[in-house]
């Protein structure tokens, strides 16, 4: 899948730097770069389904990014936080 699109919503942005110390420009280097990305929910509206990025940032951050794909492959971060153990080891760190 390649993301051609990313949509921020402010209260997304802001909690994702707020709550998880990660700002919107770590999350775009990761979403356009290499990510391991699956499907893990559905989403509330049709065609819009729920995904996990797993990625790493230029500086060497690795993320895992929780998002909404909507219409023309148009992300829509709603999340994103440090990789924990089990994802690194998935994502192959």
Same mark, same amino acid.
């Given at each position: 899948?390649?993301?051609?699109?990313?949509?921020?919503l402010p209260e997304y942005e802001e909690k994702i730097a707020?709550?998880? %110390?990660?700002?919107k420009e770590e999350v775009e280097e990761a979403l356009y770069g290499e990510t391991v990305i699956r499907r893990i929910g559905r989403g509330?509206?049709?065609?819009e389904d729920l995904y996990l990025a797993l990625a790493q940032t230029f500086? %060497?951050?690795?993320?895992s990014i929780f998002f909404l794909l909507k219409k023309g492959n148009v992300a829509m971060p709603i999340s994103a936080r440090d990789m924990d153990r089990r994802e690194r080891r998935y994502y192959g760190n």
């Open positions: 899948m390649v993301i051609e699109w990313i949509l921020w707020v709550k998880h %110390g990660v700002d509330r509206q049709a065609g500086e %060497g951050r690795y993320l």
